[in-house]
């Protein structure tokens, strides 16, 4: 079981970074983030996406933690994803891609 905590910690650490992107622009730990903050377009959509997540991951932190790593995990995968199919993260690359989620 703590194998399970530690993972749960480390992949909120993750969302709370994601969820920040627009919030303090001065703090990005990634250069996907940085290239959200460089572009008005990329920071709105990511502040509409943290609320939509926020919203599905408060019902799940009490009972419900293998959802909430999933969906974590799933948040996850989609950054690398986005990151790894626009490798320039140009934002005429990365803004119709984000606007399909």
């Known amino acids: ?54 919203d599905l991951y408060g019902p799940m932190l009490g009972d419900n933690q293998r959802a909430y790593a999933a969906l974590a995990a799933d948040q996850l995968r989609w950054r690398e994803e986005l990151a790894f199919s626009c490798p320039t993260l140009a934002t005429d690359c990365l803004l119709p891609k984000a606007r399909l989620v």
């Open 1 to 54: 079981m703590p194998g399970v905590l530690a993972v749960l910690c480390c992949l909120a650490s993750v969302l709370i970074q994601s969820a920040v992107f627009a919030a303090d622009c001065s703090k990005m730990p990634t250069k996907l983030a940085v290239a959200f903050c460089a572009s008005d377009d990329l920071s709105e959509l990511d502040g509409a996406m943290s609320k939509r997540l926020a």
